[in-house]
């Protein structure tokens, strides 16, 4: 328990402020650019990291569950032969990624509502940071060895730094190109200033000599993680599909204003939500930890005492927050995104269901669970999209929200009946 104080107050601390600068640079870039503007970035962000979840997979999850073993039984060659595997994977992912991203965007830039020509213009220049993108090693290392107190303090610098380049653009007055370059610079810091970090911890225990090992030794000594891999990724691009795909139906169907709205209210969201980001990142390898030593007592302990303390949080602060959004979103914004009140609204209480059930995926993962996991994703992600289209034409974007609140109430429950079904099966669990 004290160390897991220790890595969620780092997390939390880092994810308050990372949430704040996000918050205050959305504030500045609407101010700066208006709702039209602020669609268009949303359309771009969406669109690259939509590629990126599809033809990049990220090994971290792999890595800290078989790392782990291998670190409990002193098997440093094994862990070494993972973090090569790791790095391979990551560099031709964001190869494939980034090509795929600037080949498509032509075609694709205005099809979703960015504008003719500059759309892929728009896109290609972001999507330059895939090729760069070796950041999921970089947390998979550090996070097995604790090491979040180093990861918390560069994320909250690179957001740091982004909120002050948007300061600068707005007060210069330099237009859209500067927030997208922007954007590329936060990519590029964010896909390697982790991993570097991660080699600085590997040097200092001793564990850096990896780039000469064989990759055929790393998938031998480690059987299913492939599979694992696979299953840990496939449940996240399902579930990202619901969080950046919306938005580019969104931009093919409505204007992009209605898109800039919408983008304002999934910020919102974005910044209640963060608040259990750092529980779901420390609790990982704990759980992991715990499920592999058969402590099936503290496991359970803590899946009850994370749901329970989530969901009161979460509540505490989304209520309040909720009621008084009309006022929120003028004053934040500016008069011109009142509209986007009753969307921020409905997501709010989205992120409500997200953050009650946040300890259902690392257990899931904890438990080998993670083929029940993608059945549940898979199910949650099929009712979301039947009922997509049907909310967005009745309801236009607060339909939207509310097929997200429809997405995390069915996967919630899917989540809750297979361990039950699991538990059933296995008394001694």
């Known amino acids: 328990m004290r160390r897991l104080a220790k890595n969620m107050s780092w997390m939390f601390l880092s994810q308050i402020l990372v949430a704040f600068f996000g918050l205050a640079s959305l504030v500045v870039t609407a101010r700066a650019l208006g709702p039209a ?12 990291q939509i590629m990126d979840r599809l033809f990049r997979l990220e090994p971290w999850q792999a890595v800290i569950k078989y790392g782990s073993d291998a670190l409990t039984q002193e098997d ?9 595997l ?28 960015l504008p003719d020509g500059l759309g892929a213009a728009y896109i290609t220049l972001v999507a330059m940071g895939l090729f760069l993108s070796l950041r999921p090693t970089g947390i998979a290392v550090l996070r097995i060895f604790d090491r979040f107190d180093v990861l918390a303090i560069s994320d909250m610098v690179i957001a740091g730094l982004r909120f002050v380049g948007i300061v600068i653009a707005y007060m210069l007055d330099l237009g859209i190109w500067a927030f997208l ?10 896909g390697l200033v982790a991993y570097f970090l991660a080699l600085q911890e590997l040097r200092r225990r001793g564990l850096m ?31 990202q599909s619901t969080q950046r795909l919306d938005i ?32 779901r990142q420390v609790l990982y390898p704990e759980m992991t930890r715990l499920w592999a030593a058969q402590e099936y007592g503290k496991f359970w302990r803590l899946v009850r ?24 979103s003028v004053m934040l914004f500016g008069p011109e995104f009142r509209a986007a009140a009753p969307v921020m609204t409905i997501l709010m209480y989205a992120a409500i269901l997200y953050l009650g059930a946040l300890v259902l995926n690392p257990a899931l993962l904890s438990m080998g669970l993670d083929s029940a996991l993608v059945r549940t994703t898979i199910l949650s992600t099929a009712i979301f999209a039947a009922s997509f289209l049907p909310l967005l034409y009745g309801l236009g974007i607060e339909g939207i929200a509310l097929a997200h609140v429809l997405f995390n109430l069915v996967w919630t429950i899917g989540c809750i009946l297979a361990i039950r079904s699991y538990l059933a099966k296995n008394r001694g669990a």
């Not at 391979?88 to 032509?106: E, M, Q, S, T, Y």
């Not at 370059?181 to 964010?190: D, S, Y």
């Not at 994370?306 to 949080?313: E, I, K, N, T, Y």
Request: proline share 4%; charged share 10%; hydrophobic share 60%.
């Open 37 to 48: 503007a602020v669609g268009v970035l949303a359309l771009v962000d969406a669109y690259v």
């Open 76 to 84: 440093f060659v094994r862990f070494r032969h993972l973090v090569k």
């Open 86 to 113: 790791s790095v391979i994977i990551d560099i031709l992912g964001g190869i494939v990624a980034g090509a795929v991203a600037i080949l498509l965007a032509p075609r694709l830039a205005p099809f979703i509502g």
């Open 181 to 190: 370059g922007l954007m590329l610079m936060h990519q590029v810091l964010t």
């Open 209 to 239: 000599s990896f780039l000469g090992l064989k990759l055929s030794r790393a998938l031998s000594d480690n059987p299913g993680f492939l599979r694992f891999l696979w299953n840990s990724n496939f449940n996240v691009v399902l579930r």
């Open 248 to 279: 580019l139906v969104a931009g093919a169907l409505l204007d992009v204003t209605s898109v800039g709205f919408y983008q304002v209210g999934k910020r919102i969201m974005t910044s209640v939500v963060r608040i259990g980001g750092p529980i």
């Open 305 to 328: 005492i994370v749901s329970f303390a989530m969901l009161g949080v979460s509540l505490l602060i989304s209520i309040p927050l909720a009621w008084k959004m009309p006022e929120l």
